[in-house]
């Protein structure tokens, strides 16, 4: 039901959101003049279309989740705060017309603070701080509240960023954003069932079942999302989306103590996100470049790749990689 809901959602308030913006004269997304030059004819599509998404996941999630459930709310909150940090940065985009947003160093600060008190909450609240590792069966490490808060501010913040990196091309960003949310709604749920935990040898969490209701309505935000931003996009998810969707994907990771398996699951991110570290600090020790352009999508458009087919074969990897992390379950 989540699952549907939200994505007639999505279907149907998408136009009327790009429509509106279009209506109000809100200028589109401003391009980065020394990004590839095919580029540029994008200039002025309206982007902040994660406003729909997040809004639709919302609803959702008051209309079908269990609102009393605290992961529910954890999930829901984590996703907000970043689509308000998103909104800002687009914002500031849009008014400037230039492609540089809040400071780095200032987003990252309210982005901690925001992981930060969350997590912190939830240790509060007596959430274990023991992490799994996956593969291997009863292996797991006590970080203690002094670590744990850290690691997981990290891996939310993490995949926020790698999520906003990914999200450079019509429609790359938000197939990786449904495999991966796709299998977490299954961690989500075997980790709620108690005999199903039991069976899997993984940490069971009472109540944890609810977030699977949330991650099937941001699969269904995807896919209705996909349908206006498949290229040639007609809309943006712009960083409130990105950083939103990416935000609850690393708190969901936290929640179901699969933290780990995010890097494989979301390797396409943590690819998109290395090429862009590798590619600053080396430019910075050797001034040369490891890649033509980074992020490292933006190489293969260099190297002569058609857009759709690098969005297309990102998507397959990403398919991959979360069926590899599906095998987590059983491969103990």
Known sequence: MAFLACFALVLAFQPIFISRLQKIGVRGQPIREDGPEAHLAKSGTPTMGGVVIAASVLLIGFLLADIANPYVWMVLSIMLGFAAVGFVDD?????????????????????????????????????????????????????????????????????????????????????????????????????????????????????????????????????????????????????LGALAMGALLGLTAVLVKQEIILVIAGGVFVVEALSVIIQRYYYKLTKKRVFKMAPIHHHFELLGWAEPKIIVRFWIISIVLALIGLTSLKLR
Not at 140 to 166: K, Q, Y
């Open 91 to 239: 914002w500031k985009k849009i008014r400037e017309q230039n492609s540089v947003g809040l400071t780095g160093p200032l987003r990252l600060l309210i982005e901690f603070s925001l992981a930060i008190l969350i997590v912190t909450i939830l240790v509060l609240f007596g959430f274990s701080t023991e992490i799994q590792l996956p593969f291997l069966k009863d292996l797991s490490f006590n970080l203690g509240w002094w670590f744990f808060i850290p690691f997981a501010a990290v891996v939310i913040v993490g995949t926020a960023n790698a999520v906003n990196i990914t999200d450079g091309l019509d429609g790359l960003a938000i197939g990786p954003i449904m495999t991966v949310a796709a299998l977490y709604a299954v961690f989500a749920y075997v980790t709620g069932h108690a005999e199903i935990a039991r069976y899997l040898g993984i940490n069971y969490v009472a109540g944890m079942g609810e977030v699977s209701i949330i991650l099937a309505a941001v699969v269904a935000a995807g896919l209705g999302f996909l349908w206006y931003n498949a290229f040639p996009a007609q809309v943006f998810m712009g960083d």
